[in-house]
T-cell receptor, first 114, second 114 residues
Framework: DSGVTQTPKHLITATGQRVTLRCSPRSGDLSVYWYQQSLDQGLQFLIQYYNGEERAKGNILERFSAQQFPDLHSELNLSSLELGDSALYFC?????????????FGPGTRLTVL | AQSVTQLDSQVPVFEEAPVELRCNYSSSVSVYLFWYVQYPNQGLQLLLKYLSGSTLVKGINGFEAEFNKSQTSFHLRKPSVHISDTAEYFCAVSDQGGAQKLVFGQGTRLTINP
């Protein structure tokens, strides 16, 4: 158990819908990373937040957005869903930036878009 | 920008045999190197990491990896595998500053046959 929690574990929805994925980082970790794992694209970095502020952006679609709240939990919002958005979405957390920050991964949310 | 190539998508081996999973990377800056393991229906777990110093790094579950700067490789090895090592293995890099987002390879599925 990494200490990172993600809800829900599974999500099934239809094209065009909007969903919210939630991540609670390990106690004390200030950074949250979101990754997408799909069959065709593999594991890709989406976005990082540090202490409530966006810090880095990767291959995140404009239909997707994220935020980190004052209690440090984070939400990833996916809208106008398409079949290709079906994937496993991971959240990872790490402590305050230093020389090196190990990222601890949650169990993931499996999104199925029908 | 960094990229990671895992040279084998699938590696079948017999139980108690040695195994090597190959990883090459490309980067214009200094990087940290990682191997993660993903067991079926689970999140990612860090096996080992190379940050600096000795090029041979030891990780959990009897795995080790060797960093070769001239060949830009970071191959993962285990002298004797067990059925429980059946999983997907991911090689990843991150830059040494900034967000330290992880860039993953496509993964290698290790199947252990009795």
């Amino acid at each position: 158990d990494s200490g990172v929690t993600q809800t829900p574990k599974h999500l099934i929805t239809a094209t065009g819908q909007r969903v919210t994925l939630r991540c609670s980082p390990r106690s004390g970790d200030l950074s949250v990373y979101w990754y997408q794992q799909s069959l065709d694209q593999g594991l890709q970095f989406l976005i990082q937040y540090y202490n409530g502020e966006e810090r880095a952006k990767g291959n995140i679609l404009e239909r997707f957005s994220a935020q980190q709240f004052p209690d440090l939990h984070s939400e990833l919002n996916l809208s106008s869903l398409e079949l290709g958005d079906s994937a496993l979405y991971f959240c990872a957390s790490s402590p305050e930036p230093g020389t090196y920050n190990e990222q601890f991964f949650g169990p993931g949310t499996r999104l199925t878009v029908l | 920008a960094q990229s990671v190539t895992q040279l084998d998508s699938q590696v079948p081996v017999f139980e108690e045999a040695p195994v090597e999973l190959r990883c090459n990377y490309s980067s214009s800056v200094s990087v940290y190197l990682f191997w993660y393991v993903q067991y079926p229906n689970q999140g990612l777990q860090l096996l080992l990491k190379y940050l600096s110093g000795s090029t041979l790094v030891k990780g959990i579950n009897g795995f080790e990896a060797e960093f070769n700067k001239s060949q830009t490789s970071f191959h993962l090895r285990k002298p004797s595998v067990h059925i429980s090592d059946t999983a997907e293995y991911f090689c990843a890099v991150s830059d040494q500053g900034g967000a330290q987002k992880l860039v993953f390879g496509q993964g290698t599925r290790l199947t252990i046959n009795p």
